[in-house]
């Protein structure tokens, strides 16, 4: 039996992962967590082969969560399942350490084939991905400037062009509004932007938000 906790902070959206994986006889759900403080308690009562994460928690994000159990050497597999389109974050939450990206928006089906893929200790990875490690083998490295950035301050880009208020990235973080103002001086200084109108045509034209 293959023992699986979840990580997200929408109730709704883990009631129906957990209905995808318990239609599967080889798939348990042991536990929930809506951020990083419940995970760390639930972590500390109960074991599982599978954490099934979100990039977009509250307060440490699914990135934060990632390095984080990286550090500690947790022998539990990560797969992480997103709203963010793959070329967004896929290839950054594997290099933190994920096994496995899904998007939320494709075949339900999807998730429990990562899951059990992950569980064995095998990267999982949608054609896109491999396509894109693919491409970033056999061609010329192009970086984009939001390359450069770190996590915390891609997802400050991401929540600034989505047209989200400082104080509200704020709340969301759960950071102060000078600590996010701060990532914001430093994404404006990393792609040689002036103002948060340039950030959000840099995004959309980056395909990091829609238009």
Request: overall charge negative.
């Amino acid at each position: 039996m293959i023992r699986v906790i979840l990580c997200d902070d929408h109730a709704l959206i883990r009631r129906g992962i957990r209905d995808t994986l318990s239609d599967a006889a080889d798939i348990e759900v042991v536990g929930e967590a809506g951020d990083y403080g419940e995970l760390r308690a639930l972590l500390r009562d109960k074991t599982a082969d599978v954490l099934v994460l979100d990039i977009n928690l509250p307060g440490r994000s699914g990135l934060d969560v990632l390095h984080a159990l990286k550090d500690e050497g947790t022998a539990m597999r990560v797969l992480v399942v997103s709203m963010y389109p793959e070329d967004q974050y896929a290839i950054r939450a594997l290099r933190a350490g994920a096994f496995g990206y899904v998007n939320k928006g494709g075949d339900p089906a999807l998730i429990v084939s990562a899951v059990r893929t992950v569980s064995q200790g095998r990267k999982y990875v949608t054609p896109e991905i491999a396509q894109m490690l693919v491409e970033s083998l056999t061609t010329p490295a192009v970086e984009n400037a939001h390359d450069k950035l770190s996590d915390r301050e891609m997802q400050t880009l991401v929540m600034i062009a989505s047209g989200k208020r400082l104080s509200d990235i704020a709340d969301e973080l759960m950071l102060s509004p000078k600590t996010v103002s701060v990532y914001r001086a430093r994404v404006l200084e990393k792609l040689g932007l002036a103002n948060n109108s340039e950030m959000t045509v840099y995004a959309i034209r980056q395909g990091l938000v829609g238009s």
